[in-house]
């Protein structure tokens, strides 16, 4: 899931550079909604693991 959210990020950059305004603001949305997923996720994770 990280790994997705750091594609979309790039994504997000070359676009912006790019000039595609639309298009980087769609993809950094993205980017960080899975981020906030993969962090809780994450710290369900190591909840589940330190019981």
């Not at 769609?26 to 909604?33: K, R, T």
């Not at 369900?44 to 019981?51: F, G, K, Q, S, T």
């Given at each position: 899931?990280?790994?997705?959210?750091?594609?979309?990020?790039?994504?997000?950059?070359i676009a912006a550079?790019?000039?595609?305004?639309?298009?980087?603001?769609?993809?950094?949305?993205?980017?960080?909604?899975?981020?906030?997923?993969?962090?809780?996720l994450f710290v369900?994770?190591?909840?589940?693991?330190?019981?």
């Open positions: 899931m990280l790994g997705w959210a750091i594609t979309f990020l790039v994504i997000a950059l550079v790019l000039g595609f305004g639309g298009i980087a603001g769609a993809a950094s949305g993205i980017a960080q909604v899975l981020f906030v997923v993969f962090l809780v369900v994770a190591m909840v589940r693991r330190a019981r």
